[in-house]
């Protein structure tokens, strides 16, 4: 099996792979490293928020990562980064991210399957001098169902440590966190005309709140197919001013509005 990191799966599985990439894990398989093609002419993307004065930019381009085992087919675009050193971790994370994503996919694969293909699409959502911030969606379509099944995960670094921002970082009390924003997602997805039918996905556990990104109006959370009732993934942007008293002072700091 090759190794593109990308992938796209059923909420259980890739709630584990968040969980795993937030940590910090490293690919599991050495098998699934190997045909990766990246595209010279890729259009860079265009993250939020200006790079900070005090520190090269990053540059930005698109990679291909692609690979092939029995009738599972998987091809999914990610961002990378180049320039200062903070670049290559970046890089590993984006890639460790998706490959959890690949692999998870791959394992439910079964001998004699139909046709499955996998695609994903990576984009640099904040890349401000504090952090770099990549958001990882996947369409996992299997020849002859009904619907294909999404997924998200999420890559936040803290550039200045060049190490990832998990939720122990974001929350002083991350189970207290979660059991005050369980209600305010639940009110925002109301307003929306999406309620949650399955309260279970919003319960206080790390796995259920691992996808989020941070932006000059608030925290984004996001929720996987089924994950709160339903098909599809879900995101809500919780404001700052229902949020910030949750975080820790250096989350407000490294997050927060500029």
């Given at each position: 099996m090759s190794t593109s990191r990308p992938a796209r799966w059923?909420?259980?599985?890739?709630?584990?792979?968040?969980?795993?990439s937030a940590c910090g894990a490293e690919p599991a398989s050495p098998?699934?490293?190997?045909d990766?093609?990246?595209?010279?002419?890729?259009?860079p993307s265009t993250p939020s928020g200006e790079p900070s004065a005090t520190r090269e930019a990053l540059r930005w381009k698109e990679e291909h990562l692609t690979g092939s085992e029995g009738t599972f087919t998987w091809d999914v675009t990610v961002p990378r980064a180049a320039g200062p050193a903070v670049a290559g971790e970046v890089n590993r994370r984006v890639t460790v991210s998706a490959d959890h994503v690949v692999e998870a996919a791959a394992a439910t694969v079964l001998d004699g399957?139909?046709?499955r293909l996998l695609t994903g699409e990576g984009t640099v959502t904040?890349?401000?001098?504090?952090?770099?911030?990549?958001?990882l969606e996947f369409v996992d379509s299997t020849e002859g169902t009904a619907h294909p099944t999404t997924s998200v995960t999420t890559v936040v670094l803290d550039v200045a440590r060049q190490e990832p921002v998990v939720l122990g970082d974001v929350f002083s009390d991350p189970r207290a966190a979660f059991e005050a924003l369980a209600p305010v997602v639940e009110e925002i997805a109301d307003a929306a005309g999406e309620p949650v039918t399955d309260p279970e996905?919003?319960?206080?556990?790390?796995?259920?709140w691992a996808a989020w990104q941070s932006g000059e109006d608030g925290i984004t959370f996001w929720f996987q197919d089924h994950q709160l009732g339903?098909?599809?993934?879900?995101?809500?942007?919780?404001?700052w001013d229902r949020v910030e008293h949750l975080?820790?002072?250096g989350a407000r700091e490294l997050l927060g509005p500029v």
């Open positions: 059923g909420a259980a599985v890739l709630l584990a792979g968040i969980t795993a098998a699934l490293a190997s990766s093609t990246t595209s010279p002419s890729a259009t399957d139909p046709p904040t890349d401000d001098g504090r952090t770099v911030q990549v958001l996905g919003l319960a206080p556990e790390e796995a259920n339903g098909h599809g993934t879900r995101q809500y942007l919780v404001p975080l820790t002072p």
